[in-house]
């Protein structure tokens, strides 16, 4: 009986060692819930002005930016527009060549709409990686933030849910995961320093994306056969993007005295999708009330062979400590028939009036070469009073005007409640 008490508790002991050298896990997340009102001054729909996430059977908001949800049919609505959250993260120091190995699970929690208990939609992953890294850097492999946001768009763009119109009508020109510019799917980065703040002299980062892209042609087609019976065809195909490096991005930032930062990101789709593949998706026969023609066909493999390339440089300078002003500007090359590009630029200030009472401000403008609406005016920012260390109140606004026949505009106000834990 004592050697089996003396095995078990050995075999206990060996059992937790491993984790002993690991750090406790950390448990964070965030509570985020607003009232929001949008309007447009003449009916047309903004889809750069960002609608929110998770509103109940919202008209405003309901998905974000399809254009059929920016309405403003409603007064205002409740919306989670910067996605409440839960995730675990942490580390562990390995006995091997000094690594530190670390991972990050993170998913959004739809707060607003109670669905009987069940999961469905109401829970979605944000972030989901796991890491080794050293003195020389650092290894990612999963979904993970883009460098395009954290060495570019942070510059000007720093509001919890609007003020990101211009940020938004060129990164929108890139496909699968890099649309919108936030995080990615399916990528392994290396990562040398950190682009937060001015913390470390030289920051860099390469990200590769792997295996994104697929393509749905075709459909469901009622007609007549020679009969003249009525028949119903599916010539439907998916249609997968054959490059196992479907993109890169690659960013640096230089940083002096810790008060200015200067960066750049560059950002390169590659897409193979098999022109044949659409062509099997062509229905021929006249009869049919809606057809998939070989036209359509040529269209749609050219548009999906397209190979976007973005360009962002971008500054920060922290004139005091209270006081910082950044710049930004994102050019896009559509890689289209017309050699189309797409560019904007902003400018920003950050502001700390002290007492917990923050301040944003920021001014862009964006132009497409194309048939896109020319964004003449972007303005946005936010007021901020903390709380607590982990609670606090703000207001948010953001106003678009277009060149276009209509003159179009747009304002969308925010004011909402933040809990961190």
Not at 172 to 201: M, V
Not at 225 to 248: K, Y
Not at 354 to 376: C, I, M, N, V
Request: proline letters at 1%; hydrophobic letters at 35%; glycine letters at 12%.
């Amino acid at each position: 009986m004592k050697k089996k008490i003396l095995a078990l508790a050995v075999s206990g002991g060996l059992a937790a060692a491993p984790m002993g050298a690991m750090a406790a896990p950390e448990l964070y997340g965030i509570v985020d819930i607003g009232v929001e009102s949008f309007n447009d001054s003449d009916g047309v729909a903004a889809n750069e002005l960002f609608g929110g996430l998770n509103s109940v059977d919202g008209t405003n908001s309901t998905d974000g930016f399809t254009s059929a949800s920016r309405s403003d049919a409603k007064d205002f609505e409740l919306s989670n527009g910067l996605q409440s959250r839960i995730g675990i993260r942490g580390s562990e120091e390995l006995p091997v060549a000094g690594l530190t190995a670390s991972y990050n699970m993170e998913f959004a929690i739809d707060v607003l709409d109670e669905d009987g208990g069940g999961i469905g939609n109401a829970v979605g992953t944000r972030l989901g990686w796991a890491a080794l890294g050293g003195d020389w850097g650092k290894v990612k492999i999963g979904s993970q933030w883009q460098a395009l946001y954290e060495f570019g768009g942070w510059n000007t763009h720093r509001t919890d849910v609007h003020g990101y119109g211009s940020y938004y009508y060129t990164t929108s020109a890139l496909s699968n995961s890099l649309s919108y510019g936030f995080r990615q799917s399916s990528a392994i980065s290396y990562e040398y320093g950190s682009a937060w703040g001015h913390s470390d002299p030289f920051a860099a980062q390469i990200t590769l994306g792997v295996g994104e892209g697929s393509d749905s042609v075709g459909g469901e087609y009622i007609g007549t056969n020679t009969d003249g019976e009525t028949v119903q065809l599916n010539n439907s195909q998916d249609v997968a993007n054959e490059e196992g490096i479907s993109s890169i991005q690659a960013a640096f930032q230089y940083s002096f005295d810790q008060r200015i930062s200067v960066n750049a990101v560059y950002v390169k789709e590659f897409n193979d999708y098999d022109s044949g593949a659409y062509q099997e998706a062509v229905v021929n026969n006249a009869n049919n009330t809606d057809l998939y023609t070989a036209a359509d066909a040529r269209s749609d493999a050219r548009s999906a062979n397209q190979e976007p390339q973005l360009i962002n440089v971008g500054a920060r300078w922290s004139v005091t400590d209270a006081l910082e002003l950044t710049a930004n500007y994102t050019q896009v090359d559509l890689d289209n028939a017309s050699d189309d590009k797409r560019d904007s630029i902003a400018v920003a200030s950050f502001m700390d009036f002290g007492e917990g009472l923050t301040g944003h401000l920021g001014f862009a403008q964006a132009s497409d070469d194309g048939d896109k609406a020319d964004l003449d005016l972007d303005v946005y920012g936010y007021v901020k009073q903390a709380l607590s260390d982990r609670t606090d109140v703000r207001l948010e606004l953001e106003h678009v005007k277009y060149d276009n026949a209509q003159d179009s505009s747009a304002t969308v106000a925010l004011v909402a409640l933040q809990h961190n834990f």
